[in-house]
């Protein structure tokens, strides 16, 4: 499984931003695709994750601001981010899981300035 991000950038404070993540290769129809934020010097943290039947999870922190979506399991997921903090500013990887397969994709940089 490959995974192509996009959509991270600078913007302002307030301001909103959307990622996208396709994954291609050989997908499976039940999988779970996310995405996780780091900042240098921290772990790796949960931002949104999706199932291929649509349930969603967010961290606390991007609760209310941010939303993950997808159409179908074969279909890239997105990522809304609106409200956005210097908080969020870090680098955005998305994830792809199915049983015990995991994959990451290349990291898009997110800069929120203040």
């Known amino acids: 499984v490959q995974l192509q991000a996009s959509g991270g950038g600078l913007v302002q404070a307030g301001g909103s931003l959307k990622l996208s993540c396709a994954a291609s290769?050989?997908?499976?129809?039940?999988?779970?695709m996310g995405w996780y934020r780091q900042t240098p010097g921290k772990q790796r943290e949960l931002v949104a994750t999706?199932?291929?039947?649509?349930?969603?999870n967010y961290a606390d922190s991007v609760k209310g601001r941010f939303t993950i979506s997808r159409d179908n399991y074969k279909t890239p997921v997105y990522l809304q981010m609106n409200s956005l903090k210097p908080d969020d500013t870090a680098v955005y990887f998305c994830?792809?899981?199915?049983?015990?397969?995991?994959?990451w994709g290349q990291g898009t940089q997110v800069t929120v300035s203040s």
């Open positions: 290769g050989d997908t499976f129809s039940i999988n779970i």
């Open positions: 994830n792809y899981r199915s049983g015990y397969l995991d994959y």
């Open positions: 999706i199932t291929s039947g649509g349930i969603t």
